[in-house]
């Protein structure tokens, strides 16, 4: 097997190993990308006579890449408060929060409104299976929030898998309801 053909079968088999390395920092598709170069970098440096397994070799390569994308992430945010001063006014100084103007009470509940109607309808257009697990977790049209050791024993599966499945339905309903 060439070089460049020990690079594609090293990439092309380990996806999914960057891929779940990038969900354990977040569900955000920027971990998986950085995982991605990560991945491809373990491949090109990766020096099979030192006997190392590749997977360890690539998800310790993998994390760093992502520990540092976060850090330079970090660096580059600033956080803006209500009280720093706009530059230019000379006379009385005026804040960011002077220049903010405040919605009316009846606009904020309308608009809370629409985000728990978007979200009942994002719950609502599930699966039925996945629909009634959520609801159950999170007692939805339930008396009460079911654990999901509970849940488990209600539809015959591990508690483990009932874990699974909810991450699964939060990253779909993520994306669904990514415009609020």
């Given at each position: 097997?060439?070089?460049?053909?020990?690079?594609?079968?090293?990439?092309?088999?380990?996806?999914?190993?960057?891929?779940?390395?990038?969900?354990?920092?977040?569900?955000e598709?920027?971990?998986?990308?950085?995982?991605?170069?990560?991945?491809?970098?373990?491949?090109?440096?990766f020096?099979?006579?030192?006997?190392?397994?590749?997977?360890?070799?690539?998800?310790?390569?993998?994390?760093?890449?992502?520990?540092?994308?976060?850090?330079?992430?970090?660096?580059?945010?600033?956080?803006?408060?209500?009280?720093?001063?706009?530059?230019?006014?000379?006379?009385?100084?005026?804040?960011?929060?002077?220049?903010?103007?405040?919605?009316?009470?009846?606009?904020?509940?309308?608009?809370?409104a629409?985000?728990?109607?978007?979200?009942?309808?994002?719950?609502?257009s599930?699966?039925?299976?996945?629909?009634?697990?959520?609801?159950?977790?999170?007692?939805?049209?339930?008396?009460?929030?079911?654990?999901?050791?509970?849940?488990?024993?209600?539809?015959?599966?591990?508690?483990?898998?009932?874990?699974?499945?909810?991450?699964?339905?939060?990253?779909?309903?993520?994306?669904?309801?990514?415009?609020?």
């Open positions: 097997m060439s070089p460049v053909e020990r690079r594609e079968c090293l990439i092309t088999n380990n996806i999914r190993l960057a891929i779940s390395v990038a969900q354990k920092f977040s569900y598709e920027d971990y998986e990308s950085v995982a991605m170069i990560g991945l491809i970098k373990a491949a090109d440096t020096d099979i006579e030192k006997g190392i397994n590749f997977a360890t070799y690539a998800t310790r390569v993998i994390h760093n890449d992502i520990l540092m994308y976060i850090r330079k992430i970090k660096k580059y945010s600033h956080t803006v408060s209500f009280e720093t001063v706009i530059p230019g006014t000379d006379e009385t100084p005026l804040t960011i929060g002077d220049t903010l103007s405040y919605e009316d009470e009846d606009m904020d509940k309308l608009e809370k629409e985000r728990i109607k978007a979200l009942i309808d994002a719950i609502h599930l699966p039925d299976r996945e629909c009634k697990i959520i609801c159950l977790l999170y007692g939805i049209g339930e008396t009460r929030r079911y654990k999901q050791h509970e849940v488990a024993e209600r539809f015959g599966i591990s508690q483990s898998y009932v874990s699974r499945v909810e991450k699964r339905i939060l990253k779909k309903m993520k994306t669904m309801l990514k415009n609020y």
